[in-house]
């Protein structure tokens, strides 16, 4: 079975992520600029001295195509490097993928990985 790990983390972590992910045999990811809030509920900036409160914070949403056996290594190398400890390190949830095709040869499943 395929599983698609996606997480959502703070955009100065994923350099530290990749570097993760690179220990655990990942064979690629997808990183998309994102944005969005939880608990944190956004922030307040100040500019030319009039304050404006964000609502939606710039994340970095990254997923990950891997075999069923190797989801909670990955989960667990991602999990250590993106967190920071501090409120808005995001978030990560596993989902089973029903099929998955190599475009350029037609290989499914875990041969397209």
Known sequence: MVRIVTAIIK????EAVVEALKETNVQGLTASE????????GH???????????????K?????????????????????AAKTDKIGDGKV???????VIRIRTGERGADAL
């Open 11 to 14: 955009p100065h972590r994923l």
């Open 44 to 58: 307040t900036e100040t500019y030319r001295g009039t304050e404006y409160h964000v609502d939606f914070v710039p």
């Open 34 to 41: 994102v944005r969005g809030f939880g608990r944190q509920g």
């Open 93 to 99: 949830w596993v989902t089973d993928v029903e099929s």
């Open 60 to 80: 970095v949403r990254v997923e990950i195509l891997v075999d069923d056996s190797e989801a909670d290594r990955v989960v667990d190398h991602l999990v250590e």
